[in-house]
């Protein structure tokens, strides 16, 4: 099973991609990961990987027989939508998503939630401005295998669907 979960920013979907790969026991790669490096040195925590890094990367993950992808739409990884079975669409009301990426940041702020870059105010200001940026229009070529989840709801409804392993 190839499942590839996509959303915006504080969509849930590294949460749902930890449920999936933990329940179906197969393994789950976060897109950011692919494009960023961890830095500690670096004024935001990590280092953009060089485009033939993050190709490399990809290609790798494309290449196993069983994988979760999880990523905010980017294009590079647009290769992803067609080789599998399914996309499950995190839809959120924008609203919602405001409240998340600002809770988040304030539980990263004081060290509650780890994060793979510095919670700074400069990074809170363009993650409120991600929210606003869907990949809606990325996966209209893929309606056919795409599961829209709009809500905890539809998100509990669908893990339960789900074979344990």
């Known amino acids: ?61 494309l290449q196993q027989d069983r994988y979760i992808i999880e990523d905010v739409g980017r294009p590079q990884f647009t290769k992803g939508l067609h080789e599998v079975d399914h996309i499950l669409f995190l839809d959120f009301p924008v609203y919602q998503l405001y409240k998340r990426v600002i809770f988040r940041w304030l539980k ?14 400069s990074m809170l200001l363009k993650m409120l401005k991600w929210t606003n940026t869907s990949p809606k229009t990325l996966i209209q070529p893929f309606l056919s295998k795409t599961i829209t989840l709009r809500n905890r709801i539809d998100i509990q409804n669908y893990i339960n669907t789900i074979k344990i392993k």
């Open 108 to 121: 990263q702020r004081v060290g509650l939630e780890k994060s793979n870059y510095k919670p700074t105010l």
């Open 1 to 61: 099973m190839k499942i590839y979960i996509i959303g915006a920013v504080a969509s849930g979907k590294t949460t749902l991609a930890k449920t999936l790969s933990d329940r179906l026991d197969v393994p789950y790669y976060s897109l950011d990961n692919v494009v960023h490096l961890p830095d500690a040195q670096s004024p935001t925590g990590n280092t953009k990987r060089s485009v033939t890094e993050q190709a490399q990367l990809f290609a790798h993950i």
